[in-house]
């Protein structure tokens, strides 16, 4: 009986000393932001140009003490977000339309600061760039979006969750307002 409960309490010692290496991403669910539109745009998806796959990094006196990935494919990932957003607003064709959009995804970084013990202690950026192409006009816009949460303490990857899943829903949406207007402006 003594073994079993030894092997149990190693279990359990086990299990709660476990650290999550990498972040998970939610499936995107559209935001219902952008009013239905009456045009359309070829979408030729999502191209990942950023320097490093390491999103979430931890900071204590300026110096880095882990750094996470994300166990989701990032491009992937936006480029099934972009295509819910632009279906909910009826914009997704299929190699009919004059205009096509590609985004660039420059940068993705979230860092939590473990020295500051302000309402700021973790910052999110994204960075992404929008290129539509009409005719033998090209219109680029960099979208960048920040945000910003207090946390008492990170453990591991999983404490970024939050942050992340919110800043990159929103960048799609942002991203999807901003191609909207571009092309109401022409």
């Not at 149990?8 to 709660?16: A, K, P, Q, T």
């Not at 999550?20 to 191209?47: A, C, H, I, W």
């Amino acid at each position: 009986m003594k073994n079993i409960l030894f092997i149990i309490l190693i279990g359990v010692v086990f299990l709660g000393c476990t650290k999550r290496l990498e972040t998970n991403l939610d499936p995107y669910v559209t935001m219902n932001q952008n009013k239905k539109q009456n045009m359309s745009v070829n979408f030729f998806g999502v191209k990942d140009k950023r320097d490093t796959t390491v999103v979430s990094t931890v900071l204590d006196d300026g110096l880095v003490q882990e750094q996470y990935g994300v166990s989701n494919n990032i491009k992937i990932w936006y480029r099934e977000a972009f295509i819910r957003e632009l279906k909910n607003v009826d914009m997704y064709e299929n190699d009919l339309s004059a205009v096509t959009v590609l985004v660039n995804i420059k940068k993705i970084e979230v860092t939590y600061n473990n020295d500051k013990l302000d309402k700021k202690n973790m910052q999110a950026r994204i960075t992404l760039e929008l290129v539509i192409k009409k005719g033998k006009k090209t219109i680029t816009s960099n979208i960048s979006i920040q945000q910003t949460a207090y946390k008492l303490t990170v453990s591991d990857a999983s404490d970024f969750e939050d942050i992340l899943n919110e800043i990159m829903k929103d960048s799609v949406s942002k991203t999807v307002s901003i191609l909207i207007k571009k092309l109401h402006d022409k």
